[in-house]
């Protein structure tokens, strides 16, 4: 198992698979997930002659259990941390979700250099949380009820989210699949529960427009119209907008955990996207 030390201590967990001198992918996982939500994408690139990343967040997975640094500047310095230790260059990074915000916090600041492309998938910029700039966000009574569930049950909310809205296996006519839902909630329990509880604000409350509005790669903006976790109308189309050059891709009723329920169409426009 690979781990890298940051400044302040943390252990932080990373897989980094394929060859040394193929152009590095980087993939940042969703909330309260780890690295191994990105294993269906990791093979899919690898099998392309990829080098392949994932790390687990702080207070995720398999990286330490901070006290604290569970907020979208520290998570970005992490990974910057991740690319300078593995002096990847010329990489491609891919988030979903939380994932997503923090691939843009980390692109707007990487050194010259760092990055070719980013990916943003169903991802939490420009802005979740409803405020005057923001009419169209959720009110934070959504993000007190997240907290009160995880709080009150931690193990029950894990098993309610994924079998609902994160794949949309409440929608009528769905095909669940318990594997998922199973993978979703033991990803969820390795990570550590105050993590949790604090990310909610980091991805919820953190304001992306600034970070969008300097990224000047090519970066793919990847949203279903179904998700009902980031909704659509708020985030991607926003987001592509804010981007010197971005581009939305919409996909009609998919959920917000796309990558694993409709990954058979989601990894050849990944692939597209970065050959392009």
Same mark, same amino acid.
């Not at 304001?207 to 279903?224: A, C, N, Q, R, Y």
């Given at each position: 198992?690979?781990?890298? $030390?940051?400044?302040?201590? $943390?252990?932080?967990?990373?897989?980094?698979?394929?060859?040394?001198?193929?152009?590095?992918?980087?993939?940042?996982?969703?909330?309260?997930?780890?690295?191994?939500?990105?294993?269906?994408?990791?093979?899919?690139?690898?099998?392309?002659?990829?080098?392949?990343?994932?790390?687990? !967040? !702080?207070?995720?997975?398999?990286?330490? @259990?901070?006290?604290?640094?569970?907020?979208?500047?520290?998570?970005?310095?992490?990974?910057?941390?991740?690319?300078?230790?593995?002096?990847?260059?010329?990489?491609?990074? /891919?988030?979903?979700?939380?994932?997503?915000?923090?691939?843009?916090?980390?692109?707007?600041?990487?050194?010259?250099?760092? +990055?070719?492309?980013?990916?943003?998938?169903?991802?939490?910029?420009?802005?979740?949380?409803?405020?005057?700039?923001?009419?169209?966000?959720?009110?934070?009574?959504?993000?007190?009820?997240?907290?009160?569930?995880?709080?009150?049950?931690?193990?029950?909310? &894990?098993?309610?989210?994924?079998?609902?809205? &994160?794949?949309?296996?409440?929608?009528?006519?769905? %095909?669940?699949?318990?594997?998922?839902?199973?993978?979703?909630?033991?990803?969820?329990?390795?990570?550590?529960?105050?993590?949790?509880?604090?990310?909610?604000?980091?991805?919820?409350?953190?304001?992306?427009?600034?970070?969008? %509005?300097? /990224?000047?790669?090519?970066?793919?903006?990847?949203?279903? $119209?179904?998700? @009902?976790?980031?909704?659509?109308?708020?985030?991607?189309?926003?987001?592509? %907008?804010?981007?010197? !050059?971005?581009?939305?891709?919409?996909?009609?009723?998919?959920?917000?955990?796309?990558?694993?329920?409709?990954?058979?169409?989601?990894?050849?426009?990944?692939?597209? &996207? +970065? %050959?392009?």
């Amino acid at each position: 198992m690979s781990f890298f $030390t940051t400044k302040d201590g $943390t252990n932080i967990f990373y897989k980094d698979w394929g060859p040394r001198n193929a152009q590095p992918i980087v993939f940042h996982h969703g909330w309260p997930l780890s690295a191994d939500d990105w294993d269906t994408q990791m093979l899919f690139f690898l099998g392309k002659g990829y080098r392949v990343i994932a790390h687990d !967040r !702080r207070g995720h997975g398999r990286s330490s @259990q901070t006290a604290g640094g569970h907020e979208m500047d520290t998570y970005a310095s992490d990974v910057a941390a991740l690319t300078d230790a593995l002096d990847l260059k010329d990489a491609v990074h /891919i988030g979903h979700s939380t994932g997503g915000g923090e691939v843009a916090r980390y692109v707007a600041r990487a050194k010259p250099g760092r +990055v070719a492309k980013a990916v943003l998938v169903s991802a939490v910029p420009p802005i979740m949380l409803k405020t005057a700039a923001n009419p169209g966000g959720l009110p934070m009574e959504v993000f007190d009820g997240i907290r009160a569930a995880l709080v009150a049950n931690r193990t029950q909310f &894990f098993i309610d989210l994924p079998t609902g809205p &994160f794949y949309g296996f409440n929608r009528p006519g769905a %095909k669940v699949s318990q594997g998922l839902i199973d993978r979703w909630w033991l990803q969820g329990m390795m990570g550590a529960a105050n993590a949790h509880y604090e990310c909610i604000k980091a991805f919820s409350e953190t304001d992306f427009t600034e970070d969008l %509005k300097k /990224i000047d790669v090519p970066v793919l903006v990847m949203h279903g $119209t179904d998700d @009902q976790v980031v909704p659509y109308a708020n985030s991607g189309p926003l987001a592509a %907008k804010l981007l010197k !050059r971005g581009t939305l891709k919409s996909y009609e009723g998919y959920p917000h955990g796309m990558l694993s329920t409709h990954a058979d169409v989601i990894n050849p426009d990944l692939l597209a &996207f +970065v %050959k392009s």
